[in-house]
């Protein structure tokens, strides 16, 4: 593990994504609450799932630091044009490295947790582009990721520096 003793505690902020892409059917099972089988609410379900995995990321990544979440929002909204179910999980913590990996988990177990509710009902669900959107804190400041055209063409995100007096 790096050593991380020497840095300072900051504040440090992670959103991450996935998308979750299904048939328009599965996803009115999703819309209706049921899931597969009546398996129950899968929006619920799988917000929990990315709530209880990120606070345990040092355990499922070996050689990541436990840190203190001091809060997450977790986002999971229903796309007919995808058609799917889009993930989006912030979180936020005060210490000495950031959140981006515990973001990356959050979204991921989410869109996991919706593959494994609707599974009974097509088992061709697609989790798609786990991904960190944006982070801000600590030494290298703030990142965002590039707009959608500007990272097919080849920008995968840029480093936004604010100017410090």
């Known amino acids: ?8 505690e900051t504040a440090r902020e992670a959103v991450a994504s996935a998308a ?7 996803l009115a099972l999703v819309a209706a609450g049921t899931g597969a089988r009546g398996k129950g609410d899968v929006l619920a379900t799988a917000r929990i799932a990315a709530i209880a995995a990120l606070k345990r990321t040092a355990e499922w990544i ?4 436990p840190v ?29 490295t950031g959140v981006e990996m515990e973001a990356m988990v959050g979204a991921a177990a989410a869109a996991l947790t919706v593959y494994d509710m609707v599974k009974g009902a097509e088992r061709g669900v697609e989790v798609q582009a786990v991904r960190l959107e944006e ?11 590039a707009a959608a055209g500007a990272a097919r063409a080849g920008g995968a995100g840029r480093r936004v520096r604010r100017s410090v007096k």
Do not use: I, Q, Y
């Open 1 to 8: 593990m790096v050593d991380v003793g020497a840095k300072a």
């Open 135 to 145: 982070k801000r804190g600590g030494k290298s400041g703030e990142w965002r990721r």
């Open 62 to 65: 070996p050689l990541c630091h």
């Open 68 to 96: 203190r979440v001091v809060g997450t929002d977790v986002e999971l909204t229903l796309d007919r044009a995808l058609p799917g179910v889009r993930v989006r999980v912030a979180v936020r913590a005060f210490d000495r």
């Open 20 to 26: 979750v892409r299904m048939k328009p059917a599965t």
